[in-house]
C-alpha cells in the first residue's frame, strides 16, 4: 500500500517514528513534511496529505499534530477525504471498515509510540465492508459534499 504522511511542528517526532514503523510494515511512503520541528501551519500539511490521495499518489494517509483537531478539520474540507482523529484501537479499524476512513489523525501530544503503532497497524490492514448499509451511508455523506460544495457561504 501506498501511506502519505505529514505533520506539523507538533507531530514531527511522531511522524518520523511512524514512518519507520510502516516502512517495517511492508508499504512505500510519501512523506509531505514538515522535515524538521520547527514552527509550521498544520492546514499546509493536511492539505498535502489529502491532495495525494485525491491525485492518486497514495492509497491512504495518516496525519499529525498536536492534538489532531486541527489537522482533521482542515484534511476534512477536502472532497472525498474521510479522516477520523483515532485514540483508541476500535475506532482505527472499525472507521474503514464501515466508513471507509483514507486518513488516519494521530494527536502526537495525546498518544505514546507503542499505541501510534497499533493504531496505525489497525488502519492499514482493516478493509471496507463492502456491506450495502455501509454503502448506503457513504452515499449521503458524498452527497452532503456535493450539496455544500455547490452553495457559496
Known amino acids: 500500500m501506498r501511506v502519505v504522511l505529514g505533520s506539523d ?51 491512504r494517509g495518516i496525519l499529525f499534530c498536536g492534538s489532531g483537531v486541527g489537522s482533521g478539520i482542515a484534511v476534512n474540507k477536502i472532497p472525498g477525504i474521510r479522516a477520523g482523529i483515532c485514540h483508541d484501537c476500535y475506532a482505527a479499524h472499525q472507521g474503514v471498515e464501515h466508513d471507509d476512513m483514507n486518513v488516519l489523525v494521530l494527536g502526537a501530544r495525546i498518544i505514546a509510540i507503542a499505541l501510534a503503532q497499533d493504531l496505525v497497524k489497525l488502519f492499514l490492514e482493516a478493509k471496507f465492508s ?18 455544500y460544495l455547490l452553495n457559496k457561504w
Open 9 to 59: 511542528h507538533a507531530g514531527f517526532e511522531l511522524k518520523q517514528q511512524i514512518l519507520e514503523y510502516v516502512q517495517a510494515l511492508g508499504h512505500e511512503v510519501l512523506d509531505v513534511g514538515t522535515h524538521d520541528n520547527s514552527s509550521v501551519d498544520y492546514p499546509d500539511y493536511a492539505e498535502a496529505v489529502g491532495t495525494a490521495i485525491i491525485n492518486k499518489e497514495a492509497d
Open 130 to 147: 463492502e456491506d450495502p448499509r455501509h454503502k448506503r451511508r457513504l452515499a449521503k455523506v458524498a452527497n452532503l459534499e456535493k450539496k
